[in-house]
């Protein structure tokens, strides 16, 4: 079993009250072999939602206490995102999930890449939050980007 974005299964979770339908992700859900989970509705977030980055680090960086999660117009969301990774960690737990494919340049899906906390669309390498407390608790966290399902 596998957990996937839950905007990658084109759920309308984004900040945007969007979603980043991926058909292949999305098949694994409806075919129950994934999962579909927002970290940031999880932790109390609306939708839509002003959009938020990582200022300071990224999501490792927020665990450390050495960065946050400030949104547009300034507001500290760390808290929300924190307590929505927890609660998302739980649930892989408590399912035996082991492998996660969540959706790049996320504050809290990231894999590899987050935006750089300038607004400004530059992104800069570094996990999401919820990516980091995975990775922190050996789950096995894999990019929407390079996904490949031949490699499990
Ligand atoms: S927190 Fe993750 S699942 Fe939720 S909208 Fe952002 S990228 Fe998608």
Known sequence: ???VSACLAGI???YDGENKENMVLKNLVIQGEAVALCPEVMGGLATP???AEIVGGDGEAVWCGQARVI???GNDVTKAYLAGAE?????LQQLGIDT???KEKSPSCGACHIYDGTFTGKTKAGLGVAAALFKRNGINVRSDENFNEQTG
């Open 49 to 51: 939602r002003l959009p």
């Open 71 to 73: 949104d547009q117009a």
């Open 87 to 91: 609660k998302a960690l739980k649930m």
């Open 12 to 14: 309308n979770c984004r």
């Open 100 to 102: 996660v494919i969540l």
């Open 1 to 3: 079993m596998k957990m």
